[in-house]
């Protein structure tokens, strides 16, 4: 099982900037997606940024221009750095894997417990 660790999150200004970490660990054959999610209590999860192996990243519609994910596939470690923050940016963020578990392509998704992103003043 791949156990997944958020960090960075915290109390910031509107206009402020956070870096969210998130690290992988256990037992797995590759990482081949990366991705961050942000939930309101009351609302579904959704996805803010994904990024592949290679590098190729999407964005979610609200985020694009002001957040960035990258990826450290040596570290097993995907960030997003959030930039020009706005109060409705509040919201637990979540770090999710597609996991797969050999070279014959069995797979499952993964999920972080969540770090927590306030936007105020």
């Known amino acids: 099982q791949v156990q997944l660790v958020e960090s960075g999150g915290g109390l910031v200004q509107p206009g402020g900037s956070l870096r969210l970490s998130c690290a992988a660990s256990?037992?797995?054959?590759?990482?081949?997606?990366l991705g961050w999610y942000r939930q309101v209590p009351g609302n579904q999860r959704e996805m803010d940024a994904g990024?592949?192996?290679?590098?190729?990243?999407d964005y979610g519609d609200s985020v694009k221009g002001r957040f960035t994910i990258s990826r450290d596939t040596a570290q097993n470690t995907v960030y997003l750095q959030m930039n020009s923050l706005k109060p409705e940016d509040t919201a637990v963020y979540y770090c999710?894997?597609?996991?797969?578990?050999?070279?014959?392509?069995?797979?499952?998704?993964?999920w972080g417990r969540g770090t927590q992103v306030t936007v105020s003043s």
């Open positions: 999710n894997s597609l996991v797969y578990t050999d070279h014959a392509g069995s797979r499952y998704i993964s």
């Open positions: 990024i592949a192996l290679g590098g190729t990243a």
């Open positions: 256990g037992s797995f054959f590759s990482l081949p997606v």
